[in-house]
């Protein structure tokens, strides 16, 4: 895991927190025993396929599935499933959400939307019967650049969509937007010794996680359905199918599975999950639908913006002012994209203490893949658009990065409202001085070089970039986002543990998390804990494994749910001892040689009874189960910072720019898992990398599809063979502690990522003295820009 | 806001709801030959809509991405004398259904042919290089196959087998266009020779792509003999800048009887600009692909000159 290099790590007093241990789901995955949804197999049950759009913008004249029906398929189209509008994501209040989404349509807005699809008895033959239905077409002229779909006379993409119930027509394609503002930016900019005004646009990635989607539909005698599917949230999975097709949510279950990775793909329930259900439904038998890796990279991508930055700030580092145009490139359909405007202003105004700030943030449809979550939802973007900024702030000052960046950022004690207007709380806890100045010594940064000075052919450089991400989304009120959870804990008949969530674990170890929690404040051995793949109907409610708030508040509810059983098994071993006065008198440690947690009195070594022993008399003696169930609202959702300083080469004959070094910093409160947090950061630089040098999906303007055509030839993502040595990527974590997380925890997997692009950005800048103000930074480009400064 | 209207026709390039690279919705029939002879009577007796299957990297995945939907699969890889590598005293020989991984575990290659064992551990990753054969990469025919421009540099032959009879084809006229070879649909690529190169030469590959294991944007290979600095004899061959793989020849008259020095390698890389047509398309563009032929170029050639100077 490379080098961790912290004072933090030695979290004294806990057994758990903060220790090396093993992952609970880490033998079945490295053996190849986990099952995944592509694994479950039911008897009878069929395969799915869905017939796509092949434009980006058609209208079905007519349909004819006879062929494919022949064959012994089972075929729906538009007309076979529920004529209903919907958003397939159900994080935000329903009032606020907006809803355009259909299973299958006859009026299609990029190349993928789904229009029909089938089951049959293998998965050959279902394809085989999805390329025998017939369609006649009317093809529009696409939309592909959302200042063209914005403009007056363009074609509609969308009719009326419904804003909660509310029906509504939608104008010159803009979905949504939002405008705000707070004092005065023109006077500020009038005033202030320097402005900068710049534009950005950043890429359309695709998120290339490893599992693309499968949904397992089973029809249950009684009306029901269960349903096994990649997602982050099986509750709204639940609600979704339960409203879209009118059957009570108590006969919908749907089960946890593992996911191979997400990074917001699954917030929202995908489609084909609907699609399974339909087709489940009309065949009365369970169906299966795999997509391919083509099909998936037609699903989803990352929301693609258009910035205008103006910045103002006086001679001393002061900043006055920041304005900001965001124009979001949102594809066919809306998945976040109203919520997206406000934790995009959110993530702006929660970087720096502007003081002045304007913003506006128009959504607009264009037809292509719809655009959701991607790790960081919007905050990696803004990011790199203002770390980028803020550096050339520094330079025009003549002020160091880093210490413009102290005196200016929104630290502890300042307001915070990281996911939006809604959402404010007051920062308590801090890591980023120490991270900045423990980076900026690792790393070398008052010795790197002067921009643009260097000579040769292979010039290096280092750059920062610094960011957060909130933990979550809860706070105070109720605002527009749902964000509660909840789990029940029970201690077994023999002293083992049953931990039941709904929450999902993509794979970082968030569950791990939770167990290693569990397991501090019950004070039972960590292996004690087992953690339960369970499903709608045996779990109460988690909105959704997003917004980094995993550890943060699903920790939290594991840890108030410890609490609660830990009081009645004190209650209970009271009654056992004897003559012990009240639960207050005991205390629980894990003893490992017994495997049990032993429940004792301070210096009295013989008055002491096992958490087995109790369970077992509680059982035989008819008390009762020891069990706890807790439903929990965070009502702050903190930023965890994170600091990169990366140095970079360039190749300035070929553009080609390579990872030197990296030094990740997180403040992420208490480190509860090194390993895992570290991994994150990792992972982290490796998608961020990607963003900043790499990754895009460009479309084909004749004909709408991606350039890519959905293969993965062409579209890369970093190696572990472009990356720096193991030894030369450092993490740090600031010795933070956070009073509202458990045992002072905070979020990370998003935060891991923000600054990245930014760090990589200033790390060019720094190498060749050329900034880029359009993602990727492609070698291409790099060498097109050095030719054109003549740089030799 | 105005109606949708329709403005010119659109064809998609693929179809979305045909190609992926998992389902194989279509039938075919399936052969197993053991000899040459009968590989070659079976595409004899099938014609066109027979394709001989190697590795099935490149095959198998035009396939399931419905390029292409032969109704004959005649699998080669249990064909004993297509799979070997040789010392033939002049040349080395390689079977076509030699799999990658084996040339690259060569020690020969390595040694004599150091730009081929570059070349063929920049492709794919060890799991693809376990299935894909030679043969396959050549016959396949990409503009960009890495094994192409090592190959061209050591003059390598090329052994055909027909129902006529077997011939020897020059590697350099082995290529016609992107996908296309002068193999007749009867006839199977048996043998590649690759002649040893006199005392003293060395080689080097180079390739520019995306990330590693990637399919290039440039690569080249260049075999090099010097004597006192100054060039006896240079071949250079550079991949994905024409529609096939190309010899760099003005660039190598260029440099013959030329001393290394810094301002040769520089007018070396400007001829190789001029010589290179390259296209834009989703990998890169096609100024840059220029640009760059000429910095690889030069590097390979240090490259292998640092090779001679080292030992
Ligand atoms: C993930 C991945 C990464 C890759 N990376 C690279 C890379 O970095 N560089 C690169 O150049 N390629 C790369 N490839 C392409 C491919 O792996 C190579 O071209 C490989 O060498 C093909 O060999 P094969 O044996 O698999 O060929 P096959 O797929 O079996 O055959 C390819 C074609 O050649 C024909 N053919 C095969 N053998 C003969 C013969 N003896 N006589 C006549 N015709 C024949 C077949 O009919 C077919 O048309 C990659 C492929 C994948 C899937």
Redesign the interface.
């Known amino acids: 895991m490379g080098s961790v290099a912290s004072s933090s790590l030695k979290q004294e007093g806990f057994r758990y927190i903060g220790k090396r241990t093993p992952r609970k789901d880490g033998v079945a995955k490295v053996t190849g025993q986990m099952r995944y949804a592509y694994d479950i197999y039911l008897p009878g049950m069929l395969y799915g ?1 869905i ?7 058609a209208r079905i004249k007519s349909i004819d599935v006879s062929e494919a029906e022949k064959m012994g398929a089972v075929v729906i189209t538009f007309k076979d499933v529920p004529k209903k509008k919907f958003n397939i994501r159900l994080v935000s209040a329903d009032r606020v959400n907006y809803k355009d989404w259909e299973v299958l349509t006859d009026h299609p807005k990029y ?2 939307d789904y229009v029909a699809a089938v089951a049959a008895e293998t ?3 279902a ?2 019967a ?2 025998a239905i017939k369609i006649e077409w ?5 939309l592909l650049d959302p200042f063209e779909s914005m403009k ?5 993409i969308h009719d009326k969509i419904l804003f909660g119930s509310k029906e509504i027509t939608v ?2 394609n803009v979905a949504c937007r939002l405008d705000y503002s707070e004092g005065d930016v023109e006077k500020a900019f009038k005033e202030a010794d320097v402005v900068i005004e710049r534009t950005f646009k950043t890429n359309r990635r695709y998120h290339m996680q490893l599992e693309p989607k499968v949904a397992v539909a089973k029809p249950e005698p009684d009306g029901g359905i269960t349903v096994w599917t990649t997602t982050q949230t099986i509750h709204n999975t639940r609600i979704l199918i339960s409203q879209v097709f009118d059957i009570p949510m108590s006969k919908v279950n749907v089960k946890k599975l593992p996911i191979g990775g997400s990074f917001g793909s699954s917030i929202q329930t995908n489609l084909v999950t609907l699609v399974a259900v339909a087709l489940a439904l009309k065949a009365g038998r369970p169906v299966k639908i ?1 997509l ?4 998936d990279m ?1 699903e989803h991508s990352s929301y693609q913006m258009y910035f205008r930055l103006k910045v103002a700030a006086r001679k001393d580092g002061t900043i006055l002012a920041g304005e900001l145009e965001n124009i979001m490139d949102i594809g066919g359909h809306q998945i976040q994209a109203y919520p997206l405007l406000g934790c995009l202003l959110g993530w702006f105004v929660s970087l720096y203490k502007w003081k002045n700030i304007k913003y506006k943030g128009i959504a607009v449809y264009t037809n292509k893949v719809p655009a959701c979550a991607f790790r960081g939802y919007g905050n990696p973007q803004i990011t790199w658009a203002v770390e980028s900024v803020i550096d050339e702030l520094a330079e025009a000052l003549g002020i160091d990065p880093i210490e413009l960046r102290l005196k200016n950022y929104v630290g502890r004690g300042d307001l915070f409202w990281g996911q939006g207007p809604t959402v404010k709380s007051i920062v308590k806890s801090d890591g980023v001085p120490e991270l900045l100045k423990k980076g900026a010594e690792l790393i070398g940064w008052y010795n790197r070089p002067r921009s643009g000075e260097q000579k040769g052919r292979f010039r290096r450089g280092i750059g920062l970039g610094r960011g957060f991400h909130t933990s979550g989304a809860g706070g105070r009120i109720s605002g527009e986002v749902i964000d509660f959870t909840g789990c029940i804990l029970k201690i077994n008949e023999d002293g083992s543990v049953d931990y039941i969530t709904a929450l999902q674990d993509h794979g970082g170890g968030s569950l791990d998390a939770h167990a290693k929690i569990i397991a501090e404040e019950l004070g039972v051995p960590l292996e004690k804990i087992n953690i339960i793949w369970a499903d709608t109907q045996t779990t109460v409610y988690d909105v959704c494994t997003h917004a980094s708030r995993g550890t943060y508040v699903g920790g939290e509810a594991a840890r108030r749910a410890a609490r609660e059983v830990k009081k009645k098994l004190l209650e209970y071993a009271v009654r056992l001892l004897g003559d012990v006065v009240n639960p207050e008198a005991l205390s629980i440690k894990p003893d490992e040689e017994l495997g049990q947690g032993v429940i004792y009195v301070e210096g009295m070594p013989d008055k002491k009874i096992t958490v087995g022993e109790v369970a077992r008399e509680a059982w035989q003696r008819n008390w009762g189960s020891i069990a706890a169930v807790v439903s929990y609202r965070a009502t702050n959702s903190p930023p965890a910072y994170t600091v990169y300083f990366v140095e970079v080469e360039v190749d300035t ?4 720019v390579r990872p030197v070094r990296v030094v990740a910093g997180a403040d992420v409160g208490t480190v509860i898992n090194p390993d895992l947090a570290a991994g994150q950061l990792h992972g982290g630089f490796v998608q961020g990398w990607g963003m900043a040098v ?1 990754e895009d999906t ?1 479309y ?1 303007p ?4 991606l ?5 993965i ?2 579209y ?7 990356l720096p040595k193991i030894d030369d990527f450092t993490v740090i974590f600031a010795s933070t502690h956070e009073p509202t997380g458990p045992f002072g925890a905070k979020g990370l997997g998003e935060a891991a990522l923000n600054p990245v692009a930014g760090a990589v950005a200033n790390a060019i800048y720094n190498a060749i003295g050329v900034r880029f103000y359009e993602l990727p930074i492609t ?2 480009k790099i ?2 820009a050095l ?1 054109e400064r003549g740089v030799k | ?7 010119k ?17 279509v039938e075919f029939e399936y052969f197993e030959p053991r000899t040459v002879k009968e590989v070659v009577e079976l595409l004899s007796k099938y014609g066109s809509d027979a394709k001989i299957l190697a590795g099935g990297t490149d095959l198998i995945v035009r396939m399931k ?1 419905r390029f292409i939907e032969p109704k004959y699969i005649v699998n080669i890889k249990k064909v004993k004398e297509l799979n070997f590598i040789e010392d033939r005293r002049d040349h080395l020989a390689i079977g076509a259904a030699t799999k990658l991984r084996e040339i690259e575990n060569s020690g020969i290659v390595r040694k004599k042919f150091t730009a081929l064992y570059e070349a063929v551990r920049s492709m794919a990753g060890v799991q693809i290089r376990n299935m894909a054969t030679i043969g396959g990469n050549l016959c396949n025919a990409s503009p960009a196959a890495d094994t192409a421009p090592p190959l061209l540099v050591f003059e390598a032959k090329l052994k055909i087998v027909g129902l006529d009879g077997e011939k020897l084809v020059p590697i350099s006229e082995f290529f016609l266009g992107p996908g296309k070879t002068v193999l007749k649909h009867n006839e199977v690529l048996a043998e590649i020779w690759i002649p040893y190169q006199p005392e003293g030469t060395e080689s080097a590959f180079i390739k ?1 792509a ?6 290039a944007k440039v690569n080249v290979a260049v075999a090099l003999r010097t004597e006192g600095g100054v060039v006896k004899s240079v071949r250079i061959a550079l991949g994905a800048v024409a529609p096939t793989p190309i010899r760099a020849y003005k660039t190598e008259e260029f440099l013959t009887g030329k001393e290394l020095s810094e301002a040769v390698l520089e007018k070396a890389a400007e001829i190789v600009k001029t010589e290179v047509k390259p296209i834009t398309d ?4 096609a ?2 692909r220029r ?2 032929s000429g ?2 170029v030069k590097d390979a050639l240090l490259k292998a000159y640092e090779r001679i100077s080292g030992r």
């Open positions: 396929r017939l796509k759009s092949p434009y980006p913008h190349v993928g998965e050959e033959l394809q085989k999805v390329e009317e093809v529009f002229e696409p007056d006379g363009r074609p509609k104008k010159n795999a391919s890796r083509e099909e037609y004959e070929t553009g080609r790499l460009p084909d004749e004909t709408g599809e350039m890519c055509r959905g293969f030839t062409d890369k993502i970093t190696t572990a063979q472009d070698p291409e060498l097109k030719k | 806001m105005t109606e949708r209207k329709f403005v026709p659109l064809k998609p390039k693929v179809d979305v709801n045909k190609v992926n690279t998992r389902i194989l919705p991405q520019i995306r990330v590693a294991m990637d399919l989703i990998r890169s563009t100024e840059y640009e760059v910095v690889i």
